[in-house]
């Protein structure tokens, strides 16, 4: 299980990047999370394995509060894929990128290669096996990072942004593969703008704006929903702002009120 309990943390000077998010995911669940650009997603992802901790509040992941272990520990479990795979990406060939993590968790030589080739060809990175990550394209990379990290076969699989570079074959591929990885019953959690792979496939929905969880629950229901607020956005973007803020002042975050909100702004613009 993951859970986070009233998370604050705020990169040197600025402010709050995750504003009291609270927020849990049972086991085997598949979740989506997502939200503008700047919203926090990918700094609530780094609290999960640990990369970054929280400023107040606490990070529990597997029952442990993610301050009293280390990244190395928690990577074992949560296996956390890059929004950009070049913070992830090192080894002098593709083959050893794969190979890396299985080495170092101590896997036996022929159960590396069985695992190497089948990522390989899970991810279409069979004809680049000799070459280097860095001589990959953008959407090539994206996916090598993310074999890395499922060939290992982590408990619980955060992918940020996966989507980024893939054509929509690539997209159902993975799609399909995160749905299998689901019902083995892996925890999948995943960041991403792709509201069509979320409604394809993603039960539930987590919505964040401006460093806070402002919705969480059944993906109908919340994408039916933001779809107003994106219709606002295209109005104005401040406008969407404006709505967010008004949801927000209430403590327990009513999604109605601000689509109402925003429906009343909207007449009012129209006339
Ligand atoms: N390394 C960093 N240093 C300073 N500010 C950062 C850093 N990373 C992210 N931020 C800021 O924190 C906020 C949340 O960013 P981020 O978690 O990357 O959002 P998202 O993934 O939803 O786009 C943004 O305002 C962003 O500019
Ligand atoms: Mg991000």
Redesign the pocket.
């Known amino acids: 299980m993951i859970r986070l309990e009233d998370v604050t943390f705020s990169?040197?000077s600025?402010?709050p990047?995750?504003s009291h998010v609270t927020l849990e995911i049972s086991d085997g669940e598949f979740v989506a999370i997502i939200?503008?650009?700047?919203?926090?997603?990918?700094?609530?992802?780094?609290h999960l394995n640990g990369l970054l901790k929280p400023e107040s509040g606490r990070v529990l992941v597997c029952g442990v509060d993610s301050r009293e272990t280390t990244v190395a520990t928690l990577a074992r479990k949560v296996g956390l894929v890059f929004?950009n795979p070049d913070h992830q990406l090192f080894a002098e060939t593709v083959e050893k990128e794969l190979a890396f993590a299985l080495v170092n968790f101590g896997m036996p030589k022929e159960k590396v290669s069985e695992k190497v080739e089948w990522a390989l060809e899970e991810f279409e990175l069979k004809q680049y096996r000799s070459r280097s990550p860095f001589l990959l394209s953008g959407g090539e990379r994206k996916r090598l990072a993310l074999a890395s990290v499922l060939c290992y076969d982590p408990e619980i699989v955060i992918l940020?942004?996966p989507t980024t570079g893939q054509d929509s074959r690539q997209k159902h591929r993975l799609a399909s593969l995160l749905k299998r990885l689901n019902e083995q019953g892996k925890t999948v959690l995943i960041?991403t703008h792709d509201i069509e792979f979320v409604s394809d496939y993603i039960p539930r929905v987590v919505v964040?704006s401006g460093?806070k969880l402002v919705a969480d629950g059944p993906t109908g229901e919340c994408l039916t929903r933001l779809e107003l607020l994106e219709r606002a956005s295209l109005i104005s973007p401040q406008l969407a702002e404006i709505s967010w803020d008004l949801g927000l002042k209430s403590p327990s975050i009513d999604l109605d009120f601000v689509v109402a909100g925003i429906n009343e702004m909207i007449r009012g613009l129209h006339g």
């Open positions: 990169y040197a600025s402010k990047a995750l939200g503008e650009n700047g919203a926090g997603k990918t700094t609530l992802v780094k929004q940020d942004e960041v964040m460093g």
